[in-house]
């Protein structure tokens, strides 16, 4: 398993346990973390599972795709170090992430 953290906006942490191959999102969403609304399912679709990766992960997790800088557009308060977790697969070169949840969604 490959342990993701997740920082809320009011800065209290969830610890998480993720399995690979499923996406940072779907934790999110089992975990109850909130801010994290994810409206279409991790279809990339929306902007609402939007997170800041943290500085020192951001080359491990990788660029986003063309897709996914455009449903970006839509994202609220978008930082060079912003994804939409929907589109970060679980791997275990990740363990340890850790991801900040903007203020609000898109």
């Not at 599972?49 to 943290?54: A, G, I, L, R, S």
Request: one cysteine or more; a negative charge; aromatic letters at 6%.
């Amino acid at each position: 398993m490959t342990k993701l953290t997740f920082v809320a906006f009011d800065g209290t942490r969830f610890d998480v346990e993720a399995e690979n191959g499923s996406t940072v999102m779907e934790n999110a969403i089992r975990n109850a973390v909130p801010g994290i609304e994810a409206e279409c399912g991790g279809a990339c679709a929306c902007a609402t599972c939007h997170v800041y990766v943290d500085e020192e992960w951001t080359e491990t997790v990788g660029e986003p795709e063309a897709m996914e800088e455009d449903m970006l557009d839509f994202a609220y308060d978008v930082r060079p170090n912003s994804r939409l977790s929907c589109q970060i697969k679980v791997r275990d070169e990740l363990d340890g992430l850790v991801v900040q949840v903007p203020e609000r969604q898109g």
